[in-house]
């Protein structure tokens, strides 16, 4: 497989979408993502690697289209020809699922039924194979039966997002099994970075720290600080994505650090590291909390890296700092340790056409 390399990437504007897509690119691939059609600019995250497409050295070009619509996602497949097909596009916060379950489901459950009918049709049509990356999530083992969580651990999803999740998973083995495709489960633990959405809490907390440092923000709110989390790091995380497609045979892996932490220690790291106690600045509010909580994860990556060689590269406590790091970078304020900052990407727009 792969004599061309050319892949096909929903949610290319998220946070995985981009490292995915900076990886992929420096591995030679073509690169193609589906971009939602938006009133502002949706494109921060991959605007550096963004060149003019009538350039003969562009190798990345991004489609109008939605998890939500069906027939865009065929005439994409058919206009694009992938060999890989990494399905990360999702409204992927837990929280909000709980006020927008319907649309939550439609684009995760529906959405990754849609492409995989498409991918279906497409290759008993043309023989060529199309290889399926399923984004799914730790967040499915929810009310957790089994701790560490494997890949054969029992799921209890506790929210819309989650109970989607379960679905899109089951799929990608059904269309495995019934349709001889070669189709993935990722279920990938937390994984945070500088370009992780601002709403999620780690970004939250250390966005709050270079604000505080700034003198811009008093008090950060935050919902229930009991929930542990196995948090890695999103360019590690990534790179297990490809991996799982470049194998003999599609199977499922758990992608995880094998450590968790309580949200309390992320603070301990996120504040220590600018010399500030936490206990001054973080307030309770009630709004951040979820009808369903999702207590403890903690994964066991053993088959990953077993099978695919695969290891994280960060530790817990280097992501904290780096991340608060970015921050600070992001508002031109000198970082604690000296560092120059890794991912600090975001907020230099190439106005290279990069939407029409
Ligand atoms: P993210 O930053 O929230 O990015 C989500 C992407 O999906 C964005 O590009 C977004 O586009 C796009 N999207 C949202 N709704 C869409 C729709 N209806 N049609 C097409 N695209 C749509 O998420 P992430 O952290 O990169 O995560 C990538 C995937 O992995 C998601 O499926 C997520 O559920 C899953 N996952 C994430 C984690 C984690 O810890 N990060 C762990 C396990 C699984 P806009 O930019 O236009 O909003
Ligand atoms: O919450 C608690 C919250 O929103 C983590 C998504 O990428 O990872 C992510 O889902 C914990 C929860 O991530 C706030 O109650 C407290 O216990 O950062 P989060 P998540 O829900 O774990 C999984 C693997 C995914 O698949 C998802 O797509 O933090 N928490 N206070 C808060 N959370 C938020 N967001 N905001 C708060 O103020």
Redesign the pocket.
């Known amino acids: 497989m792969n004599e061309r390399k050319i892949a096909l990437i929903t949610g290319i504007t998220g946070q995985d979408g981009s490292y995915l897509s900076e990886f992929l690119l420096d591995q030679g691939y073509e690169v193609h993502g589906i971009i939602r059609r938006t009133s502002t600019f949706n494109t921060d995250r991959i605007d550096h690697i963004y060149i003019d497409p009538h350039s003969p050295d562009a190798k990345l070009f991004l489609h109008y289209g939605d998890l939500t619509d069906g027939t865009t996602l065929r005439r994409i497949l058919e206009q694009v020809k992938p060999r890989e097909i990494y399905n990360l596009g999702a409204q ?4 909000v699922s709980f006020d927008s379950p319907e649309y939550t489901v439609d684009s995760v459950a529906m959405g990754a039924l849609r492409i995989l009918e498409a991918v279906r049709d497409y290759q008993q049509r043309t023989g060529i194979e199309v290889r399926f990356y399923q984004a799914g ?3 499915m083992f929810g009310k957790v039966i089994e701790v560490p969580q494997t890949e054969t651990t029992p799921f209890y999803p506790r929210s819309p ?1 989650s109970c989607a999740k379960v679905y899109a998973h089951w799929q990608t083995i059904n269309y495995r099994e019934s349709y001889d495709l070669f189709a993935c489960n990722g279920i ?3 994984h945070e970075s500088p370009r992780r959405g601002e ?4 970004r ?1 907390i250390t966005r709050a720290v270079a604000r505080i440092v700034e003198g811009t923000q008093q008090k950060l709110y ?4 009991d ?1 542990k ?1 196995d948090w890695g790091y999103a360019k590690d995380y990534v790179r297990a994505m490809w991996m799982m497609l470049q194998q003999d045979q599609p199977d499922d892996y758990v992608v995880a650090t094998g450590e968790t932490y309580e ?1 309390k220690e992320f603070l301990d790291i996120a504040f220590g590291h600018v010399n500030l106690d936490w206990h001054n600045y973080v307030a309770f509010d009630p709004r ?1 909390l ?1 009808p369903a ?2 207590d403890l994860l903690i994964g066991d990556p053993t088959k990953a890296r077993e099978k695919l060689g695969w290891k994280p590269s960060v530790t817990f406590e280097e992501l904290v700092k780096l991340m608060v790091n970015a921050d600070l970078i992001n508002l031109n304020l000198p970082t604690p340790d000296g560092s120059k900052g890794v991912d600090s990407t975001l907020n230099r727009r190439n106005f290279a056409s990069i939407v029409d």
């Open positions: 992927s916060h837990v929280r999530s730790s967040e997002y990938l633990f937390n709403t999620f809490v780690t939250k935050l919902g229930n600080l929930s989390r949200i951040y979820r909580e999702v």
